[in-house]
């Protein structure tokens, strides 16, 4: 590759009529000789019938894009170990499929089983009933379910690019627009890129209030991580200012936040919510890093962006899905009401975008893990992390 | 044309297996010179995937109807210029990404883009809970949604026409069922027609009652119209015989119930009541003027057939969707128990069926404008409107 | 048929990315004279649009089992006759068009038009309210609809195979998943087959529990009849042991609980819960006989599988369903919270499966209906009916 160049091909744009079913890009088509590839393919049959997937291989990192599901990735994979969990939820489910007010306004389970997937845009956190006030200035009740819609809002726009410059870049760009008249309009725009024979996915979202009145928004970036990063003994390593349990089973085990156990049936879900420090730059980095420390998946963000970081830890059996979901976003997931005293939901002004930037990596052989060990260490410096014993009324209701 | 002739092609037929994909049949293919087309497509992609519109251009006129809403007119075209609106929900939505139940029974806003959609036929108006006494004699409560089911569900026929008599006429006719065991069961039987180059939609809906015991219908046509016809100084110009606010915004602005203002951000909504007069054929016409008075819409129908008659102002600003509604209907827009009591429920018997004929026209030149002006003063005659200064408890509860 | 072979085709397989849009098997392709076929199809337009049928005919027996709706079988015709019902809700409908939270839960008979479904598996009977324990120990409520999800979830794999042995078998296989990630997860394997020319469809259900901890399960088959087996002096014949009515139309009426009459406009359904005798491997069997018992369906089961026999009736007019359902399970159709006291809630183990083995036959001709007769009184023996006359605590809450 001496010369630099963009090519782009677009896969949907409802407004213009676009629509590629199947479509595969290589680097043979392109007359290279390193392998790579970009694939989208339309799901048939079952749950996941209807469901656009597109596929990035960059040689080394292969992941899989949902813009069914608002942009998210479902499964990643970097040189043989899989990336995301086992979710009870198999098979991908159509948006169709799941009815969001179902048991309680509890749907979005139905369709978890992604490695990344949003939550939000209007709301994310439990369910439960959000009291604001109308343009007639009366307070009027809104139910909100499980951790909002945006994940299962497809993608009215599709794009995939392969670009040459220092290396080569392949992209993917989505577009979901969570809207509604009388109520919250937002635009998301999603590019998920990686480098040629990279070991890192990179994740860049503007999200833009469309109305021309303050739009409240909330997302969350559930990042789920299962077997083989997550074993019994595997630690979750960052330059944590503060962590503090979000209820008793938490309490209990607070001295081993940051440490798994094994599959356990019927565990008990523990919800610790922490703020990170970041670098000079506000960047900050969070590991999982296996018992061994033979191999970790980090996520470098920014804490100015997503200031709360929340560890849930869902070690129940390997059937009941074994997971922990490292979560990172603007505010903690609870009710909005609670949230929005706490100052922590976001108001976009007019035309006003928020954008998040994140990095997902990986790092096999001890070597690697040391070197994101010693940069965790760096941004955490001498700093000594406060950890609460008890709910923190600042993080969550108690 | 000299001879009269009647070509029909039917695109979807659910009971006996047909579905044509895509459809055009053009002048060129019946051997005219006049120029005129209809087309029938199945979106891809996003959150229009599957949704099969039916476009029709008469040479002057163009229309686009969406079997898979109802039989709803998305949006309309006259000699360049927009007949419709435009919602913040830009795309047509498939009904599978609605929820009617959503936000508290306020699902059908995530799906309202259109020019023309009907609202029905269990009940329209805002959720609510009514109250009907079932088979055995007990009350029961049935949770409302707002403005109804019909706009959601899909056509299980449909069939276009062309058809020579004195004029070439395009037709479009399609069937959608409401029905479930232990509830409604009604046929809707909708033909949509426009003659060669002429600046008219005429709309007839035949709603037949299936069951063999009495079904209570309502059903409500939400016409909306945007820029250009609307803006700051248009008028809503009709044979009024009585206007009453429904609330004390509307109140606030009574004087002024039939002119509009530009778009204001934050708008809080106006909404009146009216009952029309009609000519000795009961046919009554409503127009929207701009303020030169250089083009109008306007809308001809039954009083008979569509007694009560609505104004929706929602000129919030062009971002949260400018728009106002003109709504003609057997009842008006309240919680059904309301209108129930007041006699407005439709109660279609054993195979009984409701008829609503309306006509759609353009008008552009001053000439042409008060020609309709001059038509509807006609209507009214001498008789003086009487306006109503505050909610009256005929019209809304209070 | 000298040599035994066997056949299999897959027709769905999520997981494995295979899907076969339209199929079609028959005798010729596999050069035989005895004509039979099964064929599988993809429905388009409508409230169809999307759905997948497999029409199985032996030659004399044919019926359409529906993957998409949960393997149903929605209509079946013996040597001319309908086998199942003629439902309101005329057309198949997609689950997409299905919200089961409707109406008050009841959005389940908005699809309910098939002549055997299944209710359940996390429950099934009228919607209301559940109360669990969840992980942490804590009473949580959980809002259930009517007759549960089953019938509105795809089959994820569907294979058909042709086997040959004593006689032809054609068998259709299919997989549904009932799973969430805090909930249940089951997995049922269904079996439906028949043999070349037989009058019987037989049917095979494994549920399996995929959780690691116990999983209360429910399930009910609701096999519907209307015209021709279903007419005045219509009876249903069965070794019952005891008989209870639901409620007071159903007191009312207890004496002839086992005889139809007319289709009655407005008809108060009534339902009674059965006992049946088994023989001595525990096999029972139903009939609905005609007037004349000169034609009958017949279901045969066992009475460990589905100790529960309910039989509801709405002899409505034809318009509004003339029906009745002969309903067998492992409990009554009452809230789950009842039924759960009564220790009628399946509980799954780990891993643990329920099996569930169903025969329908078609009987014509005074001689058949002689046999069958025959057999179900062979198996109540000397037993008497112990038919109560209220409604008994230990069926029905009162």
Same mark, same amino acid.
Request: charged share 25%.
């Given at each position: 590759?001496?010369?630099?160049?963009?090519?782009?091909?677009?896969?949907?744009?409802?407004?213009?009529?676009?629509?590629?079913?199947?479509?595969?890009?290589?680097?043979?088509?392109? *007359?290279?000789?390193?392998?790579?590839? /970009?694939? #989208?393919?339309?799901?048939?049959?079952?749950?996941?019938?209807?469901?656009?997937?597109?596929?990035?291989?960059?040689?080394?990192?292969?992941?899989?894009?949902?813009?069914?599901?608002?942009?998210?990735?479902?499964?990643?994979?970097?040189?043989?170990?899989?990336?995301?969990? #086992?979710?009870?939820?198999?098979?991908? $489910?159509?948006?169709?499929?799941?009815?969001?007010?179902?048991?309680? @306004?509890? @749907?979005?389970? &139905?369709?978890?089983?992604?490695?990344?997937?949003?939550?939000?845009?209007?709301?994310?956190?439990?369910?439960?009933?959000? /009291?604001? +006030? =109308?343009?007639?200035?009366?307070?009027?009740?809104?139910?909100?379910?499980? %951790?909002?819609?945006?994940?299962? /809002?497809?993608?009215?726009?599709?794009?995939?690019?392969?670009?040459?410059?220092?290396?080569?870049?392949?992209?993917?760009?989505?577009?979901? &627009?969570?809207? +509604?008249?009388? *109520?919250?309009?937002?635009?998301?725009?999603?590019?998920?890129?990686?480098?040629?024979?990279?070991?890192?996915?990179?994740?860049?979202?503007? /999200?833009?209030?469309?109305?021309?009145?303050?739009?409240?928004?909330? $997302?969350?970036? %559930?990042?789920?991580? !299962?077997?083989?990063?997550?074993?019994?003994?595997?630690?979750?390593?960052?330059?944590?200012?503060?962590?503090?349990?979000? =209820?008793?089973?938490?309490?209990?085990?607070?001295?081993?936040?940051?440490?798994?156990?094994?599959?356990?049936?019927?565990?008990?879900?523990?919800?610790?919510?922490?703020?990170?420090?970041?670098?000079?730059?506000?960047?900050?980095?969070?590991?999982?890093?296996?018992?061994?420390?033979?191999?970790?998946?980090?996520?470098?963000?920014?804490?100015?962006?997503?200031?709360?970081?929340?560890?849930?830890?869902?070690? =129940?059996?390997?059937?009941?899905? &074994?997971?922990?979901?490292?979560?990172?976003?603007?505010?903690?997931?609870?009710?909005?009401?609670?949230?929005?005293?706490? @100052?922590?939901?976001?108001?976009? !002004?007019?035309?006003?975008?928020?954008?998040?930037?994140?990095?997902?990596?990986?790092?096999?052989?001890?070597?690697?893990?040391?070197?994101?060990?010693?940069?965790?260490?760096?941004?955490?410096?001498?700093?000594?992390?406060?950890?609460? #014993?008890?709910?923190?009324? #600042? &993080?969550?209701?108690?």
């Amino acid at each position: 590759m001496t010369e630099s160049f963009r090519f782009q091909k677009v896969l949907t744009d409802v407004k213009t009529g676009v629509y590629v079913r199947n479509y595969r890009i290589t680097n043979e088509e392109l *007359g290279m000789d390193c392998r790579w590839f /970009i694939e #989208k393919r339309r799901l048939e049959g079952g749950v996941s019938d209807g469901v656009d997937i597109v596929t990035v291989d960059n040689g080394a990192l292969s992941f899989t894009i949902v813009p069914t599901r608002g942009m998210g990735i479902w499964k990643g994979e970097f040189k043989g170990l899989q990336l995301g969990w #086992k979710s009870p939820v198999e098979n991908l $489910v159509h948006p169709h499929y799941i009815n969001l007010e179902t048991r309680g @306004g509890m @749907g979005w389970l &139905y369709g978890f089983n992604e490695w990344i997937v949003r939550c939000g845009l209007e709301s994310f956190g439990p369910p439960g009933v959000d /009291i604001i +006030t =109308d343009e007639e200035g009366n307070k009027i009740e809104v139910p909100l379910t499980l %951790h909002g819609r945006i994940a299962n /809002i497809p993608a009215d726009t599709v794009k995939v690019r392969v670009a040459s410059g220092y290396t080569l870049e392949l992209e993917v760009e989505g577009t979901v &627009y969570e809207r +509604t008249l009388f *109520g919250p309009s937002f635009k998301l725009t999603n590019l998920t890129s990686t480098s040629l024979n990279s070991n890192t996915v990179r994740l860049t979202d503007v /999200i833009e209030n469309l109305k021309s009145t303050i739009g409240e928004m909330q $997302v969350l970036y %559930h990042c789920n991580y !299962g077997v083989p990063f997550l074993e019994e003994g595997a630690r979750v390593v960052a330059p944590f200012k503060t962590v503090a349990p979000r =209820d008793a089973p938490s309490v209990e085990r607070i001295d081993e936040f940051d440490v798994y156990g094994p599959p356990e049936s019927g565990f008990v879900d523990q919800v610790y919510f922490c703020e990170l420090l970041g670098d000079e730059d506000g960047r900050t980095c969070v590991a999982l890093i296996d018992r061994n420390e033979e191999k970790a998946v980090s996520m470098s963000f920014s804490v100015e962006e997503l200031p709360c970081f929340t560890i849930w830890k869902h070690t =129940d059996s390997l059937e009941n899905g &074994y997971v922990t979901g490292l979560e990172h976003r603007p505010s903690f997931p609870n009710l909005k009401t609670f949230e929005r005293k706490q @100052g922590r939901v976001v108001k976009l !002004g007019v035309g006003q975008k928020y954008e998040v930037h994140i990095e997902f990596s990986v790092h096999l052989g001890r070597e690697e893990v040391d070197e994101v060990k010693d940069r965790i260490e760096g941004i955490a410096g001498r700093a000594k992390t406060k950890v609460y #014993k008890k709910p923190n009324p #600042k &993080y969550s209701p108690t």
